[in-house]
């Protein structure tokens, strides 16, 4: 995927990084690309980031097919992701998840690494298929998944292969609000906009303090 698949406005201090408009699987260019435009955010003097996608998908997660024509670079690609989903879930702004189609999988755990999300209320799934796909979670997106939900939603998403829509999962605290159509990016970027600016070093210290273990489960070698 071409970096300029991915891209970045500003809603006044509020950067938004829009995915795209297909599946937004986790290629390796795709996690060039979403890493550079973070690059970007955080060089900025953003106060907030939203992440979104245009079309019917927020992201499918892993790139499956990639994966399986490189199958002896398994472990260096997980590390890629792992490495993404460590770096959003401690990013030293606030962030906010714009969940406007389905998130899935490793998408499903991207989402969940942004300190809230908004989900679109009438279409759309959230969903960890790995229990019916026979891909056990690795002890990081474990870690990650079980920092940011209740053990109750733990066990509901991650054993069952459930798809949540919006409201349910808003209902087990998956997500934090829904919306209607064509609203979902506005509603997360008002979540982020009274917060104003907070000091980068405090903030990212606490985020690392909060999510250690998760950390230090996706960041280990």
Known sequence: MPIS??????????AVLDLGDDENRFSPDFLDAINARI??????????LVTTATGKFYTNGLDL?????????????VGRVHKLLARVLTLPI????AVVGHAFGAGAMLALAHDYRVMRADR???CFPEVDIHIPFTPGMAALIQAKVTPQAAVASMTTGRRFGGVDAAGLGIVDATAGEGAVKAAAVELLRPLGSKDRGTLGAIKN?????????????
């Open 5 to 14: 698949a991915i891209s970045v406005t500003y809603d006044e201090k509020i």
């Open 39 to 48: 690059d970007e955010i955080e060089a900025s003097d953003a106060h907030g």
């Open 65 to 77: 097919d990639w994966l399986g024509a490189h199958g002896d670079q398994v472990q260096s690609y």
């Open 94 to 97: 606030p962030t906010a998840a």
């Open 124 to 126: 759309g799934f959230f």
């Open 209 to 221: 303090t909060m999510f250690g273990p998760a950390v230090a489960a996706l960041t280990e070698s």
